[in-house]
């Protein structure tokens, strides 16, 4: 089960923390990411982890904005938010796939397990 946190609302320029939390499994054998979805749009990947932390994707959309990063001892994955735009609004999803999974990270279909979402508002 996971369980994002952590959501709101912000002005454009402010930060965010998100959280997800990981239940009912070990939580090191699966890489884990943070995918959004806006109204009316696709969902789109956003960032990236690999199992143990070493490796990181990310959308053009946010690099050098968005951090990924995970606590394996807390069975946590965060997503830090900076210099928030209102184009960056959205329901943020957390997602998990099995470490071993070949496919590419920036593809839905290769994730095993998906958070219920937590909504990020960016007001102009």
């Known amino acids: 089960q996971l369980v994002e946190s952590g959501g709101g609302l912000v002005q454009a320029g402010g930060s965010l923390r998100l959280s997800c939390a990981a239940s009912g499994g070990t939580f090191s054998v699966y890489a884990m990411g943070w995918w959004r979805q806006a109204p009316g749009k696709e969902r789109d990947f956003v960032a990236a982890?690999?199992?143990?932390?070493?490796?990181?994707y990310y959308a053009d959309s946010v690099k050098g904005r968005f951090t990924i990063s995970r606590d394996n001892a807390k069975n946590t994955v965060y997503l830090r938010m900076n210099n928030l735009e209102p184009e960056d609004t959205a329901v943020y999803y957390c997602?998990?796939?099995?470490?071993?999974?070949?496919?590419?990270?920036?593809?839905?279909?290769?994730?095993?397990?998906w958070g219920q979402g937590t909504q990020v508002t960016v007001s102009s």
């Open positions: 997602a998990a796939r099995w470490r071993y999974r070949s496919g590419s990270y920036y593809r839905d279909t290769e994730y095993d397990y």
């Open positions: 982890i690999s199992w143990d932390g070493s490796v990181t």
